[in-house]
């Protein structure tokens, strides 16, 4: 082989990877931008270490689907080589549609998931690459005859999980999110064709399961996160605001294209031919540069939400089980109008509120399988976990600024 690098990454140590067309496609610009695209949006509001990105986190998920793959063939599962390199590409393009600030601002330009976008920024690859990555797209999307390699790129047990559980530990230090991801890769297995963990690996996957649950509360949707992600989406909503109604605001060209598109008017076949390539030029020093140029617009609204997130005067969150009744939501109301005497409208504008909820495991959806002892394959909730919880817990969220 030609080419053949070594990253030296924080997590595991020195990793390389398979093939040539795997180094070819982390020197395309549209994996190179992943540098530029944080892995965890403002979390380092917070935790200040989390300022790893997309590029990082793709890396290591595609580190560890090498492992897997030979961990599977040590056991005998069948995976030619074509089939390692399509899966290795799989995973490394699973993020690559993601926008500035990862998650944070999901749906704020194209309101189309970023795994949707993923395989439309594949399917431009595939063209470049001469049909090369078409076994990858078939596995990724879940149409290739052989489930399991689907199941290592997505679902409730893949790699993509295992990658970002214990990497956004490693850099927010939250220990809590350390799991034994090396233990659980050497417990795969298949059987008939679809991914199962062996028994005796139960105990990995219930820690995995109460790591996630505690990465999701205490650093993914901390309240202070919460409150920083929600400024920055207020902030992209009040610059399309003004753009539509004609009001110069500062700034990129790409990200200026994007704001002043109403998407709900464009099929989604026009996107791709019009759009992607301007998708693809936007990353987090866009956002950033555009919350810089307008800390002195003249839109108050804008100005001061700028100014409040660039120098982390975040807005305070009230944050509860129960939806905000509109007694609570009227009095901060009020208070913002006292403290800042600006109009009802303005102060409406700076009430931020919504809800976010999280679903541990689900156990309506396609389940881990465990592979008992006896050779029988059960799902995972017939198994008498005291950890395993399929409840989906939602918090209901208000935020609003407290000084002038």
């Known amino acids: 082989m030609a080419k053949k690098k070594i990253f030296n990454d924080p997590v595991y140590g020195f990793i390389s990877f398979p093939t040539e067309l795997i180094y070819d496609l982390i020197d395309h610009k549209y994996f190179q931008r992943l540098r530029r695209i944080t892995q965890l949006g403002l979390t ?39 089939e390692y390199e399509a899966v290795c590409i799989a995973i490394l393009l699973h993020d690559i549609g993601h926008g500035p600030y990862s998650h944070a601002l999901e749906h704020s330009f ?27 797209i078939s596995i990724f999307s879940g149409s290739y005859k052989k489930t ?12 993509d999980r295992l990658d970002y559980l214990i990497r956004d530990s490693y850099f927010t230090g939250v220990a809590e999110g350390v799991i034994g991801y090396d233990r659980i890769i050497k417990m795969l297995n298949v059987v008939d064709g679809q991914l199962v963990v062996e028994e005796k690996g139960i105990y990995s996957i219930e820690k995995f399961l109460v790591s996630r649950r505690v990465m999701y509360w205490q650093v ?5 996160v919460l409150s920083a992600e929600q400024m920055l989406i207020a902030i992209l909503k ?6 539509s109604e004609n009001v110069k605001i500062s700034a990129s060209k790409p990200l200026q294209e994007l704001l002043k598109t109403d998407f709900s008017l464009i099929s989604k076949e026009l996107i791709i031919t019009d759009y992607l390539e301007v998708f693809a030029m936007l990353d987090d020093i866009d956002i950033l540069s555009l919350i810089k140029r307008n800390c002195e617009h003249p839109d108050f ?29 009227q009095s901060k109301l009020h208070a913002i109008k006292e403290s800042f005497g600006v109009s009802h409208e303005i102060a409406e504008n700076l009430i931020l509120q919504g809800f976010e909820s999280n679903l541990t495991y689900n156990s309506k959806k396609e389940e881990i399988k465990i592979l008992r002892k006896d050779g029988i394959v059960k799902p995972l909730s017939e198994f008498d976990t005291e950890f395993l919880k399929s409840v989906s817990v939602k918090k209901h969220f208000l935020c609003y600024p407290t000084d002038n």
């Open 238 to 243: 009040r610059a399309k605001f003004l753009i």
């Open 220 to 224: 993914y949707l901390h309240k202070t």
């Open 148 to 159: 399991f390699l689907h199941e290592l790129v997505s679902s409730q047990l893949d790699m």
């Open 301 to 329: 609204i804008l100005s001061y939400m700028c100014q409040s997130l660039l120098e982390r005067r975040l807005f305070k969150i009230y944050l509860q089980l129960e939806d905000i009744n509109n007694t609570i939501l």
């Open 44 to 82: 380092h509001y917070v935790y200040p270490g989390a300022l790893h990105t997309r590029f990082h986190h793709a890396l290591g998920a595609l580190h560890l689907m090498t492992e897997a793959v030979h961990s599977l063939r040590d056991k005998g599962v069948e995976i030619s080589d074509l």
């Open 110 to 136: 194209i309101d189309i998931h970023h795994e949707e976008l993923s395989i439309l920024f594949m399917k431009k690859l595939n063209d470049e690459f001469d049909g090369r990555l078409d076994l990858a």
